[in-house]
């Protein structure tokens, strides 16, 4: 469990990877994050010591341990001294010196570790975080810190983050945040006498990445603490064009999604305008209507502003499902009147799959199914609307209509059937009148 906060004082707490805001319902084990980080759920691993678990008083019995639901037989990693050991099991026995320090992970969700404990007692090498996860709102500052101890700390001590490595001189050699330029000028890094802290300014939706503090030249590979920003955006659903003006649908849009009922408020030309109870809200606007959004409670971080108006409109063409194989031409429109650029993208993608207003598909696959982002860029911003493309698979659609035709069928034979039945029923009605007055005939005869 770790605590996050934010600056105005607002505490988040982030338990079993659910991101919890004040008075938020807890949900163990379900949470989740969305958007530039890959959906996870934190196991909230801890190490458990057992020196009596075995029988040979020099080796210890370690044991991976969680309060959270894991997945049925998982494999564990287990990290001794920061490099990994091949050991698949929850538990791990070894003999250990007293600078050795330990940690797991359970495959395929490395990036959330248990702490780093040290095997005996406080002897060992070790690098302890102060929080292993923190959320913070974009525009906010943020400070990680940690506390070091051991022998053989000598060297240059800076802040990195793994996420960076690709702008590295060299993979296995960490360099410091500071000179990033992505972080420029928004980076102030303190060190003291077994402690330092990272401080974070003007915090972006791209900073949500793990930090790592690093002591001399060997790279570090012990778990950092992992930063998650919440980025607020508003993105157009539909847009409706008319005398009266622009009616749209507006998406409160988040980098991070927290866990727990949350309600949204939004903002109209600097006022705050109305409050829902989901991410999504419609109203008439009109030319020069600003509107921006954040979650109640948390008001000073809320999204840019954008104008309604300026929303570009989108469609799909031909409209409904789209059979596999075939072709579809998805459009954008704006009333936007200077040079502007027109950007296609797909939903949790970072590279723009087309450019222009037209972006045509012409041989159509599943894969394709999702939500597309139309953007519109002049000089005054950016002006991003969706629209949804649903694609089937031609045996999908054989299938269903095979379906309808049986339908049909069997509902024609049903009423040729009920309309037999009931000139039956009519006709024996009808003989059955013609021969009782011939009956009462006969009987006045005798």
Same mark, same amino acid.
């Given at each position: 469990?770790?605590?996050?906060v934010?600056?105005?004082?607002?505490?988040?707490?982030l338990?079993c990877?659910?991101?919890?805001l004040?008075?938020?319902?807890?949900?163990?084990?379900?949470?989740?994050?969305s958007?530039?980080?890959?959906?996870?759920?934190?196991?909230?691993?801890?190490?458990?010591?057992?020196?009596?678990?075995?029988?040979i008083?020099?080796w210890?019995?370690?044991?991976?341990?969680?309060?959270?639901?894991?997945?049925?037989?998982?494999?564990?990693?287990?990290?001794?001294?920061?490099?990994r050991?091949?050991?698949?099991?929850?538990?791990y026995?070894d003999?250990?010196?007293?600078v050795?320090?330990?940690?797991?992970?359970?495959?395929?969700?490395?990036?959330?570790?248990?702490?780093?404990?040290c095997?005996?007692?406080?002897t060992c090498?070790?690098?302890?975080?102060?929080?292993?996860k923190?959320i913070?709102?974009?525009g906010?500052?943020?400070?990680?810190?940690?506390?070091?101890?051991?022998?053989?700390?000598?060297g240059p001590?800076?802040?990195?983050s793994?996420?960076?490595?690709?702008?590295?001189?060299?993979?296995?050699?960490?360099?410091d945040?500071?000179?990033?330029?992505?972080?420029?000028?928004?980076?102030?890094?303190?060190v003291?006498?077994?402690?330092?802290?990272?401080?974070?300014?003007?915090?972006?939706?791209t900073?949500?990445?793990?930090?790592?503090?690093?002591?001399g030249g060997?790279?570090?590979?012990?778990?950092?603490t992992?930063?998650?920003v919440?980025?607020?955006?508003? @993105?157009?659903?539909?847009?409706?064009v008319?005398?009266?003006?622009t009616?749209?649908?507006?998406?409160?849009?988040?980098?991070?999604?927290?866990?727990?009922?949350?309600?949204?408020?939004?903002?109209?030309?600097?006022?705050?305008?109305?409050?829902?109870n989901?991410?999504?809200?419609?109203?008439?606007?009109?030319p020069?209507?600003?509107?921006?959004?954040?979650?109640?409670?948390?008001?000073?971080y809320?999204?840019p502003?954008?104008?309604p108006?300026?929303?570009?409109?989108?469609?799909?063409?031909p409209?409904?499902?789209?059979?596999?194989?075939?072709?579809?031409?998805?459009?954008?429109?704006?009333?936007?009147?200077?040079?502007?650029?027109?950007?296609w993208?797909?939903?949790?993608?970072?590279?723009p799959?087309?450019?222009g @207003?037209?972006?045509?598909?012409?041989?159509?696959?599943?894969?394709?199914?999702?939500?597309?982002?139309?953007?519109?860029q002049d000089?005054?911003?950016?002006y991003?609307?969706?629209?949804?493309?649903?694609?089937?698979?031609?045996n999908?659609?054989?299938?269903?209509?095979?379906?309808?035709?049986?339908?049909?069928?069997v509902?024609?034979?049903?009423?040729v059937?009920l309309?037999?039945?009931?000139?039956?029923?009519?006709?024996g009605?009808?003989?059955?009148?013609?021969?009782?007055?011939?009956?009462?005939?006969?009987?006045?005869?005798?």
């Open positions: 469990m770790g605590l996050t934010a600056a105005g004082g607002f505490i988040l707490l338990l990877g659910s991101v919890h004040p008075h938020a319902r807890e949900d163990q084990c379900e949470g989740r994050f958007g530039p980080v890959t959906s996870v759920r934190d196991p909230n691993l801890q190490v458990n010591v057992n020196r009596g678990g075995v029988l008083s020099s210890t019995e370690l044991r991976c341990v969680s309060e959270c639901c894991l997945p049925s037989q998982p494999s564990y990693i287990w990290y001794k001294n920061g490099h050991v091949e050991e698949e099991s929850s538990v026995r003999i250990f010196d007293n050795d320090s330990v940690y797991c992970a359970v495959k395929g969700l490395e990036n959330f570790p248990s702490p780093q404990i095997v005996h007692m406080n090498n070790n690098i302890i975080y102060m929080e292993q923190m913070a709102f974009s906010s500052s943020v400070d990680i810190s940690c506390s070091y101890s051991g022998r053989g700390y000598d001590k800076f802040w990195f793994p996420e960076r490595s690709h702008l590295w001189r060299n993979l296995s050699t960490p360099e945040l500071s000179r990033d330029p992505q972080y420029n000028g928004r980076v102030k890094t303190s003291g006498k077994g402690r330092s802290t990272l401080t974070i300014t003007n915090l972006r939706g900073d949500s990445a793990q930090y790592r503090f690093q002591i060997r790279f570090n590979t012990l778990p950092g992992t930063l998650f919440i980025a607020l955006q508003v @993105q157009g659903i539909s847009v409706t008319s005398q009266a003006g009616e749209a649908e507006l998406r409160c849009q988040s980098s991070c999604i927290p866990a727990g009922p949350l309600s949204y408020v939004w903002f109209q030309n600097g006022q705050k305008h109305r409050t829902e989901s991410s999504t809200y419609t109203d008439q606007f009109q020069g209507d600003n509107v921006s959004c954040a979650f109640i409670g948390y008001e000073d809320r999204s502003s954008i104008e108006c300026r929303l570009p409109s989108v469609s799909v063409s409209s409904g499902q789209i059979v596999e194989g075939s072709s579809v031409t998805l459009s954008c429109s704006s009333d936007v009147k200077a040079a502007a650029d027109y950007t993208y797909k939903e949790d993608e970072d590279s799959v087309a450019s @207003q037209i972006f045509t598909i012409t041989h159509v696959r599943l894969e394709h199914s999702g939500n597309y982002y139309c953007e519109v000089s005054k911003g950016r991003k609307s969706m629209v949804h493309l649903f694609v089937v698979t031609k999908l659609t054989v299938l269903i209509m095979n379906i309808i035709r049986l339908t049909l069928l509902l024609l034979v049903l009423s059937l309309v037999n039945l009931w000139t039956r029923k009519k006709k009605k009808t003989q059955r009148f013609n021969t009782e007055p011939t009956e009462f005939v006969e009987m006045r005869e005798r």
